[in-house]
């Protein structure tokens, strides 16, 4: 299988992945105003399992070292494998919350805040557990980063008729998604081996009954895809906004609104095999907390291309910028914990 030798190259790694977690959600924009985040989702998801098991027959096979994705697969004990598959289902419950956040608030609300929130909570649980880097200078950059979080809800209340439900639902489910965000992947982590090279760059063994990161990521999709008709249909029969979505519905979509889900859903897979990939070398932690700089990509997205801020008072701008600062000091912080 492939690996990672070094920790400046797992470093370029995890900003692919922020690259791919910040901007998959533009093809939910780009599917078109008719067609309803819930219709979208299903396509999403099945990109996901699509490119993991791309992934897992080419990365995951190539090269003489570690395991194979089949062998992988026959030799991992159920416990490994269900726990990939719970952070499947985790991820899935907070992804839905995230899309329909951006359907009520914007990219530039949802991911801060939520995706903000997710990596708060997710440095210091995976921190708790793979204590990789120096503390101080790690939760300062979490400290960093949840101010910014601050900031930036700040601002979007400060938009016309944000005061209203919408509004307030918007933040909310935003919330909600980062609690949930901030869990799933320690589940993953645990169902995979280490994966470390000495100096001479050969690898040491793979615990036996865990899984490599390309056999992770499946099963991991499949957890989201086997919870998708639990979770997504409840919200297509009680959506959060808007009238009930018929499952017919699905079957009335074009070939580009199908295309753009299916697209995001593979982008967003790169960004987390890459991460994954990359933690043998970062540590989860710092992989989780770096990948998670999406937020800026994300914010760049609604701030600059998709104007959501453009009925914004006087003054909203300060908020936003002091936003950007706190959120790439932190992130900066985060890099620089590995070797600090």
């Known amino acids: 299988m492939f690996i990672l030798e070094s920790y400046a190259v797992a470093v370029v790694f995890c900003v692919i992945t922020m690259l791919c977690w ?12 008719t067609w309803r985040f819930e219709l979208f989702y ?10 993991g098991l791309i992934f897992a027959f080419t990365l995951g096979n190539a090269g003489e070292q570690g395991r194979g994705f089949l ?12 726990s990939a598959l719970l952070g499947g289902v985790i ?17 530039s ?35 960093l980063i949840t101010a910014a979080i601050v900031l930036d809800a700040l601002a979007y209340r400060r938009l ?9 639902k918007g933040l909310i489910l935003s919330v909600l998604c980062g609690i949930l965000m901030g869990f799933f992947y320690r589940f993953v982590a645990a169902s995979m081996a280490d994966v470390k090279v000495d100096a001479n760059g050969v690898l040491t063994p793979l615990a036996a009954g865990k899984l490599t990161p390309y056999t992770a990521m499946v099963f991991f999709s499949l957890g989201m895809l086997a919870s998708n008709f639990v979770f997504n249909t409840l919200i297509m029969v009680k959506p959060f906004t808007g009238d009930p979505v018929p499952v017919s519905n699905y079957l009335k979509g074009t070939g580009r609104d199908h295309l753009w889900g299916v697209i995001g859903g593979m982008i967003w897979a790169v960004g987390m095999t890459f991460r994954i990939i990359a933690a043998g070398q970062a540590g989860f932690a710092i992989s989780y907390g770096l990948g998670q700089g999406a937020t800026m990509v994300a914010a760049f997205w609604g701030v600059f291309i998709w104007k959501e801020f453009r009925e914004a008072p006087p003054g909203t701008n ?4 002091l936003m950007f600062a706190g959120y790439l000091l932190g992130l900066a912080l985060v890099i620089v914990a590995r070797i600090a």
């Open 160 to 168: 016309p008729g944000q005061s209203q439900t919408g509004g307030a």
């Open 318 to 321: 300060r908020l936003i910028w």
């Open 22 to 33: 910040g901007s998959w959600a533009n093809t939910q924009k780009l599917a078109g105003k």
């Open 42 to 51: 299903w396509d999403y998801v099945l990109g996901v399992l699509l490119m």
């Open 71 to 82: 062998e992988d697969v026959g030799q991992a004990e159920i416990g490994n494998i269900g």
């Open 109 to 143: 609300v949802a991911f801060p805040v939520g995706i903000g929130l997710a990596l708060v909570l997710g440095v210091v649980i995976n921190y708790v557990y793979d204590p990789v880097g120096n503390p101080a200078v790690l939760f300062v950059g979490v400290a």
């Open 91 to 107: 991820f899935n419950a907070a992804n839905i919350l995230l899309v329909a956040a951006i359907a009520i608030a914007g990219m």
